[in-house]
């Protein structure tokens, strides 16, 4: 295949996975949008987009919630 046409493949999938991953958060926390699209191992700067978002923002908000995550799991342990 040329280049020309792996681009436009690559280009249409990009579009699939926003409108599917637009369609997956409809209606949840921001927070929340974060987390699942974070959880189908989406970047930093793919959730940002999606979201319209600074990946600075994103970036803060998965440490944030990993910050607190492990010290829930130390306070339990």
């Known amino acids: 295949m040329s280049e020309d046409i792996l681009k436009s493949i690559d ?3 990009a579009t699939l996975t ?3 991953a637009i369609n997956t958060i409809k209606d949840k926390s921001l927070n929340e949008q974060i987390d699942i699209l974070s959880a189908a ?3 930093v700067n793919e959730i940002a987009s999606i979201l319209g978002k600074s ?3 994103i970036s803060v908000r998965l440490h944030m919630k990993n910050k607190s995550k492990k010290k829930r799991s130390m ?3």
């Open 18 to 20: 926003n409108l599917v």
């Open 11 to 13: 280009k249409r999938l």
């Open 75 to 77: 306070n339990d342990g």
């Open 41 to 43: 191992h989406l970047g």
């Open 55 to 57: 990946p600075n923002n």
